[in-house]
């Protein structure tokens, strides 16, 4: 007989029950992580959702509600949400408790929130590097974290015991955790989750500006590399739009080399340097093998359908 590990929080409350918070919800309730969960949304429709789903054992309509007694809280809406929901939240909080967050920017997070927490509430900033396209309660899976990593980013001083016990419940649902400051999170996240999000929203938007009769033949063509940026530019408009605004110097910083870097390869084109345009593809592919190899290693996410081919 398997032996019952006792759940690693009494009440955690989720803070917004959209993609992330509604697979914490399941993930938490898979791995019977918590013996009791609840949670907060802003309209009726959700707060339905939620229960029909029976992602939560119980929902509020605010944050500074749900939040009593909870030993764990976790911030799961846009990032510039944050402010004000830590400002109403924080007088309700108890004594000891953990607050963490899954924000896809982490230094005007830890702006944001660290301020309104009163002493003796340690807050323990993380951001899951996995997602989809897709949003709200309905649309999240007990299984996202699995195999994926997750990134906390604490401050000088973040209350040791507090951070293993979120490295713990990351753990347990399957992820890796890696620790780095918000910064370097920041920058790093710039280039490889940022920046792309902004390409495909841009080559989107420049595709379906094209005259019709192009505009016809993109949205008949488009089962290749197109049709894979379309997926990542139906994102969450809100989500994005708080993610750009919050890591701005950053996105700036990429968005400049990633320019110097586009204009190389334009200035090939034009002339038919192909030795040029050969050498940057057989590096980029060597980095894609790379990327693979490492996951078929470790964290190899066979949920990506291109993996296969590989
Ligand atoms: N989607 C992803 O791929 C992904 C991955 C990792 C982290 N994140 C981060 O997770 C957070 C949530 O993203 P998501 O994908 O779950 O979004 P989502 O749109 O699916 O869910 C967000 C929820 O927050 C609610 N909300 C918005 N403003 C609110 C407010 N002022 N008060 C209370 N509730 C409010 C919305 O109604 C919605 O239910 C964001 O900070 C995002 O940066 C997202
Ligand atoms: O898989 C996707 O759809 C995602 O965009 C997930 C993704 C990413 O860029 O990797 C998006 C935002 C997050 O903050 C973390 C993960």
Not at 19 to 42: Q, W
Not at 76 to 99: F, Q, R
Not at 205 to 212: K, M, N, P, V
Not at 239 to 253: K, Y
Request: net charge negative; charged share 25%; glycine share 8%.
């Amino acid at each position: 007989m398997t032996e019952k590990k006792d759940p690693l929080f009494n009440k955690i409350a989720l803070v917004g029950i959209g993609l992330i918070g509604s697979s914490l919800a399941r993930a938490t309730r898979k791995n019977g992580l918590a013996k009791e969960i609840v949670a907060c949304a802003r309209s009726q429709g959700t707060r339905d959702t939620a229960m029909r789903l029976g992602l939560v054992d119980a929902i509020y309509e605010t944050p500074a509600e749900a939040v009593v007694d909870a030993d764990l809280v976790i911030l799961c809406t846009p990032v510039s949400t944050y402010d004000d929901l830590a400002c109403a939240m924080a007088p309700s909080l108890k004594e000891g408790a953990i607050v963490t967050d899954v924000g896809s920017v982490k230094e005007s997070v830890i702006r944001d929130v660290g301020p309104h927490l009163p002493d003796g509430i340690h807050f323990v900033p993380g951001h899951p590097i996995a997602g989809t396209e897709h949003s709200g309660p309905e649309a999240g899976f007990a299984e996202l974290f699995e195999g994926r990593w997750c990134i906390l980013t604490p401050v000088p001083g973040t209350n040791s015991k507090a951070l293993d016990r979120i490295t713990d419940y990351w753990t347990a649902m399957g992820s890796m955790v890696e620790i780095m400051t918000a910064h370097h999170h920041d920058k790093v996240l710039a280039i490889t989750s940022h920046l792309p999000h902004l390409i495909a929203y841009t080559i989107v938007g420049t595709a379906t500006d094209l005259e019709e009769t192009q505009q016809a033949d993109v949205v008949k063509f488009s089962a290749g590399g197109f049709r894979d940026f379309t997926r990542i530019a139906a994102s969450d408009p809100i989500m994005w739009r708080d993610v750009f605004l919050n890591n701005r110097e950053a996105v700036l910083e990429m968005l400049q080399r990633f320019s110097e870097d586009l204009s190389v390869l334009q200035r090939a084109v034009r002339w038919g340097e192909g030795d040029v345009l050969e050498d940057r593809f057989r590096k980029t592919r060597d980095i894609r093998r790379g990327i693979v190899d490492a996951h078929q290693a470790g964290t190899f996410d066979a949920r990506e359908p291109d993996n296969a081919q590989d």
